[in-house]
């Protein structure tokens, strides 16, 4: 018996390995496309093994380089040499079953963009494997084949360096306009709690925190199609920490199984100085006893996962005490190292920057600078890569980093949206039945 099951281990074993076999072939970029010059930059892992996954990185950077020269491509290895646009790969990593049949399947994205700019995005599957590395050119080759089909693409390739139609322009952003959201599919099985906090009780406001609520709560309902008496916006001096944690409580009582959660904060997010823990600042909230007055992130995404299979978290606040969208107790300086939140089972976040960078305005406006790309993805439908009438996380993400990122540029600063995820949450369809507007 002991024998039998150990054969049976090798077969399950070894169809696993096979299951992976087959490297397809590169397929030639039309003449059009060929000679493109691109530079790849370095692949983020995101997903449950990312950490344990962490030299599939360098591996699928090279695979892609590989396969792009392959296809035709002409692939820079200096940022700073001229190059058309920039090739981005985001992989989702995510670990099946336990060791010795533990199997490991990749979910990767590969952009193509210039000065922030998505040209297009293609998606990739790679299969399950049992270890992280190995079938990265598999992985590379699916995408650029994908690649050099897409007509967005060739369009661009075409143009060298002109604006092309269908690529997002944002050099002048645009005010958001809530009555021009485009009208999605209902989601009746969708819950939702909007957060804005500008006039704070003992703390400077977060300009523009209390509008980006009321356009993102809008929004919800006519793009997401939540329905009105499952969403909850409460603003400023609504919003204190009994406030929000009894509509926390609101949302683990009435979700059903099955349905899902979105929460969207906007104000001020701050460190626990001694331990770097990020807190959300409710509009009583004092820095200095953050603790006893403020919100830990990590409560929330807790509580959340408890409530819901899947919940959807936005945050347009920071937690790096250096200004923008964060404070520190008077007096401190903004030296504290931040510790990063985890990601919790089943609760996406998208936050509008990293732990060590601020969360700003748009420059010349008023609106968060991330909440505004948030409307403008979701509520234009412009996150909408593939035309499916579907806008999932990955996306979305796809979409509002890149343009975040150089927008903040322009004021001389850093942002970058991170999405921190667990498992396949990163393909959860936010918004559906849209048309890009």
Same mark, same amino acid.
Request: with cysteine; proline share 7%; hydrophobic share 40%.
């Given at each position: 018996?002991?024998?039998?099951?150990?054969?049976?281990?090798?077969?399950?074993?070894?169809?696993?390995?096979?299951?992976?076999?087959?490297?397809?072939?590169?397929?030639?970029?039309?003449?059009?496309?060929?000679?493109?010059?691109?530079?790849?930059?370095?692949?983020?892992?995101?997903?449950?093994?990312?950490?344990?996954?962490?030299?599939?990185?360098?591996?699928?950077?090279?695979?892609?380089?590989?396969?792009?020269?392959?296809?035709?491509?002409?692939?820079?290895?200096?940022?700073?040499?001229?190059?058309?646009?920039?090739?981005?790969?985001?992989?989702? +990593?995510?670990?099946?079953?336990?060791?010795?049949?533990?199997?490991?399947?990749? !979910?990767?994205?590969?952009?193509?963009?210039?000065?922030?700019?998505?040209?297009?995005?293609?998606?990739?599957?790679?299969?399950?494997?049992?270890?992280?590395?190995?079938?990265?050119?598999?992985?590379?080759?699916?995408? +650029? !084949?994908?690649?050099?089909?897409?007509?967005?693409?060739?369009?661009?390739?075409?143009?060298?360096?002109?604006?092309?139609?269908?690529?997002?322009?944002?050099?002048?952003?645009?005010?958001?306009?809530?009555?021009?959201?485009?009208?999605?599919?209902?989601?009746?099985?969708?819950?939702?709690? +909007?957060?804005?906090?500008?006039?704070?009780?003992?703390?400077?406001?977060?300009?523009?925190?209390?509008?980006?609520?009321?356009?993102?709560?809008?929004?919800?309902?006519?793009?997401?199609?939540?329905?009105?008496?499952?969403?909850?916006?409460?603003?400023?001096?609504?919003?204190?920490?009994?406030?929000?944690?009894?509509?926390?409580?609101?949302?683990?009582? !009435?979700?059903?199984?099955?349905?899902?959660?979105?929460?969207?904060?906007?104000?001020?997010?701050?460190?626990?100085?001694?331990?770097?823990?990020?807190?959300? /600042?409710?509009?009583?909230?004092?820095?200095?006893?953050?603790?006893?007055?403020?919100?830990?992130?990590?409560?929330?995404?807790?509580?959340?996962?408890?409530?819901?299979?899947?919940?959807?978290?936005?945050?347009?606040?920071?937690?790096?005490?250096?200004?923008?969208?964060? +404070?520190?107790?008077?007096?401190?300086?903004?030296?504290?190292?931040?510790?990063?939140?985890?990601?919790?089972?089943?609760?996406?976040?998208?936050?509008?920057?990293?732990?060590?960078?601020?969360?700003?305005?748009?420059?010349?406006?008023?609106?968060?600078?991330?909440?505004?790309?948030?409307?403008?993805?979701?509520?234009?439908?412009?996150?909408?890569?593939?035309?499916?009438?579907?806008?999932?996380? *990955?996306?979305?993400?796809?979409?509002?980093?890149? /343009?975040?990122?150089?927008?903040?540029?322009?004021?001389?600063?850093?942002?970058?949206?991170?999405?921190?995820?667990? *498992?396949?949450?990163?393909?959860?369809?936010?918004?559906?039945?849209?048309?890009?507007?």
């Amino acid at each position: 018996m002991h024998n039998l099951s150990l054969h049976f281990l090798g077969l399950v074993l070894g169809m696993s390995i096979v299951a992976g076999c087959g490297t397809p072939k590169i397929v030639k970029a039309p003449p059009n496309i060929e000679g493109l010059r691109v530079f790849v930059s370095e692949p983020r892992l995101t997903g449950d093994a990312a950490s344990e996954c962490a030299a599939l990185a360098p591996a699928l950077r090279s695979a892609t380089h590989s396969a792009l020269l392959k296809a035709g491509f002409d692939v820079v290895t200096d940022m700073s040499a001229p190059h058309d646009a920039v090739a981005n790969v985001n992989a989702e +990593v995510v670990s099946h079953g336990l060791w010795p049949l533990k199997t490991y399947e990749t !979910n990767a994205f590969l952009s193509l963009e210039r000065d922030g700019t998505i040209i297009d995005q293609v998606e990739g599957d790679s299969g399950q494997y049992r270890s992280c590395t190995g079938y990265e050119q598999t992985v590379a080759t699916n995408l +650029v !084949n994908s690649l050099s089909a897409s007509e967005r693409v060739a369009r661009f390739a075409s143009s060298r360096g002109t604006n092309v139609a269908g690529v997002a322009q944002s050099d002048s952003p645009t005010p958001i306009v809530p009555s021009e959201f485009v009208a999605g599919a209902p989601q009746p099985s969708t819950w939702a709690l +909007v957060i804005g906090i500008e006039r704070y009780r003992d703390v400077p406001p977060p300009t523009g925190a209390r509008q980006d609520a009321e356009y993102f709560a809008a929004m919800l309902q006519r793009t997401a199609g939540v329905p009105e008496d499952q969403l909850r916006l409460i603003l400023d001096e609504r919003a204190t920490r009994s406030d929000i944690d009894k509509e926390l409580a609101w949302l683990e009582k !009435n979700v059903p199984a099955g349905a899902r959660i979105i929460v969207y904060f906007s104000g001020h997010g701050t460190p626990d100085t001694a331990k770097g823990t990020p807190y959300l /600042l409710p509009y009583d909230g004092d820095p200095k006893y953050v603790e006893r007055t403020s919100i830990p992130l990590s409560e929330v995404t807790a509580r959340l996962g408890r409530a819901s299979s899947e919940s959807m978290v936005f945050l347009d606040s920071c937690f790096s005490g250096a200004g923008g969208r964060s +404070v520190l107790p008077s007096g401190t300086r903004p030296l504290v190292r931040v510790t990063e939140p985890s990601p919790q089972a089943h609760v996406a976040v998208l936050s509008a920057s990293s732990v060590t960078e601020v969360a700003g305005q748009l420059p010349g406006g008023t609106s968060g600078l991330f909440t505004h790309f948030l409307l403008e993805g979701l509520g234009y439908g412009r996150a909408d890569r593939d035309g499916d009438g579907q806008i999932t996380l *990955g996306e979305l993400e796809a979409y509002v980093r890149p /343009l975040v990122s150089k927008a903040a540029r322009r004021d001389h600063r850093d942002q970058t949206p991170v999405l921190s995820v667990e *498992g396949r949450l990163s393909s959860a369809v936010v918004v559906s039945g849209v048309n890009a507007k």
